[in-house]
Nanobody, 124 residues
């Protein structure tokens, strides 16, 4: 079993920044990829970014890649999502997930473990 705990969400003004953390415990994640998804009420959960254990990363879109950066600290079993230039449309619950994939995967169906989510609200 893998337990994932997100932190770092909150209320931020447009143009501001937040860094989300995803702490994993239960087993080493040396053969897992970690991903970030987000969801707003009434919509499907959507892929944001993912990173493989080797450091290879993937993002939803190039424009998102320019504002968000995913990283990981293998020694701490922790992944991060640095979010800059936040927009109101980034408001969502952000979820961390772990997949038994060596390379980052965008398909939520490939993820085996999920955190409880952390709310990010971008508003003035």
């Amino acid at each position: 079993q893998v337990q994932l705990v997100e932190s770092g969400g909150g209320l931020v003004q447009p143009g501001g920044s937040l860094r989300l953390s995803c702490a994993a415990s239960g087993r080493t994640l040396s053969s897992y990829s970690l991903g970030w998804f987000r969801q707003v009420p009434g919509k499907e959960r959507e892929f944001v970014a993912a990173i493989g254990w080797s450091g290879l990363s993937a993002y939803k879109t190039d424009s998102l890649k320019g504002r968000f950066t995913i990283s990981s600290d293998n020694a701490k079993n922790t992944a991060y999502l640095q979010m800059n230039s936040l927009k109101p449309e980034d408001t969502a619950v952000y979820y961390c997930a772990a997949a038994r994939w060596l390379t980052p995967t965008t398909n939520p169906g490939n993820y085996n473990y999920w955190g409880q989510g952390t709310q990010v609200t971008v508003s003035s």
